[in-house]
């Protein structure tokens, strides 16, 4: 399903969305996306003129980049280890 139409849903749909529950559901919106393969990026531009959802997906790279540099720390850390057994 094309972004763009699915922008159009989510603008369609919203209003009837408390506004203390629209940051929520478009952080939901961001994940589902995202986890259905739709690129980040694709969905900042086709959602550029809504704020609940920059927002979501701006904190959805934030904390994906924290994990991913956390996972490569971890991985570095045990390539450390596994070199310092065969020093010794």
Do not use: C
Request: proline share 1%; no cysteine.
């Amino acid at each position: 399903m094309a972004t763009d139409l699915l922008s159009e849903v989510w603008n369609e749909l919203k209003q009837y969305i408390n506004t203390v529950d629209r940051q929520e559901a478009a952080e939901v919106l961001v994940s589902v996306l995202v986890d259905n393969d739709i690129d980040p990026a694709d969905i900042r531009v086709n959602f550029k003129g809504d704020n609940d959802v920059k927002a979501a997906v701006a904190a959805y790279i934030k904390d994906h980049d924290s994990e991913a540099e956390e996972q490569l720390e971890e991985e570095e850390d045990e390539d450390d280890d596994e070199d310092d057994e065969y020093e010794n």
